[in-house]
């Protein structure tokens, strides 16, 4: 099996929605671009990746959310190293389809108090959904490291709640553990790098805004 020796998460720029909540109103959230600050952003990190990529061959798939492709977009990584495919279990949680403001802020109000783990929105999904069809994806990536010509890097450019719960399964962490972790910022990246035992590790840990309050020992 030839395990990618680094997985790079990226959340995409800052959008449209990021600074003006009322375009959900107008336009479908997969629609969404990004703001001149949210390309600035994706291009300073596309500088970075480039760097830490080198010369080798990178595995990417992205959401198939228009902000996360004008994000991997603005990377620039070389085609003739660049293998990308659009992965629809990466995209954001679904809120619904067109979005009343003040039913969404309500609802997150609701989802707050209950957990945003468990929390599901109407006509949409909870925290619980996309873990599971993250959980799917991790399988077909498992999977792909069968080939003997995996390439050495993973890079998956996605959502904040996505990059979360990523690493949630992927470290076996806690729903006590996922509820007290912050979303990354936009164009923010975590770096799970394989070391020498063979197991991987985050590059960073993600901000805490509370302490986790298990049910249990498992917490």
Same mark, same amino acid.
């Given at each position: 099996?030839?395990?990618?020796?680094?997985?790079?998460?990226?959340?995409?720029?800052?959008?449209?929605?990021?600074?003006?909540?009322?375009?959900?109103?107008?336009?479908?959230?997969?629609?969404?671009?990004?703001?001149?600050?949210?390309?600035?952003?994706?291009?300073?990190?596309?500088?970075?990746?480039?760097?830490?990529?080198?010369?080798?061959?990178?595995?990417?798939?992205?959401?198939?959310?228009?902000?996360?492709?004008?994000?991997?977009?603005?990377?620039?990584?070389?085609?003739?190293?660049?293998?990308?495919?659009?992965?629809?279990?990466?995209?954001?949680?679904?809120?619904?389809?067109?979005?009343?403001?003040?039913?969404?802020? /309500?609802? #997150?109000?609701? &989802?707050?108090?209950?957990?945003?783990? *468990?929390? @599901?929105?109407?006509?949409? !999904?909870?925290?619980?959904?996309?873990?599971?069809?993250?959980?799917?994806?991790?399988?077909?990536?498992?999977?792909?490291?069968?080939?003997?010509?995996?390439?050495?890097?993973?890079?998956?450019?996605?959502?904040?709640?996505?990059?979360?719960?990523?690493?949630?399964?992927?470290?076996?962490?806690?729903?006590?553990?996922?509820?007290?972790?912050?979303?990354?910022?936009?164009?923010?990246?975590?770096?799970?790098? /394989?070391? #020498?035992?063979? &197991?991987?590790?985050?590059?960073?840990? *993600?901000? @805490?805004?509370?302490?986790? !309050?298990?049910?249990?020992?498992?917490?």
């Amino acid at each position: 099996m030839a395990r990618p020796r680094r997985i790079v998460l990226v959340r995409h720029g800052e959008s449209e929605g990021n600074v003006d909540d009322t375009v959900y109103e107008r336009e479908p959230d997969h629609a969404l671009r990004l703001t001149a600050t949210g390309r600035r952003q994706a291009e300073e990190t596309g500088e970075r990746l480039r760097e830490l990529f080198g010369d080798e061959a990178v595995s990417v798939y992205v959401s198939p959310y228009r902000r996360t492709h004008e994000t991997l977009q603005a990377f620039r990584l070389p085609p003739a190293r660049t293998r990308i495919r659009e992965e629809p279990r990466l995209r954001e949680q679904d809120w619904g389809n067109w979005q009343d403001r003040e039913d969404v802020r /309500l609802q #997150k109000v609701y &989802r707050d108090a209950y957990g945003h783990f *468990f929390y @599901r929105f109407a006509q949409g !999904e909870s925290g619980a959904d996309v873990y599971d069809r993250v959980g799917a994806f991790l399988e077909s990536l498992y999977r792909s490291f069968e080939a003997p010509d995996h390439p050495p890097n993973v890079l998956i450019v996605t959502h904040g709640l996505t990059m979360r719960l990523f690493c949630m399964r992927w470290f076996h962490w806690s729903v006590a553990e996922f509820e007290s972790l912050s979303n990354p910022g936009n164009a923010e990246t975590r770096v799970l790098l /394989l070391g #020498k035992e063979g &197991r991987y590790r985050l590059d960073r840990p *993600f901000e @805490r805004w509370c302490t986790p !309050e298990p049910y249990g020992p498992t917490g």
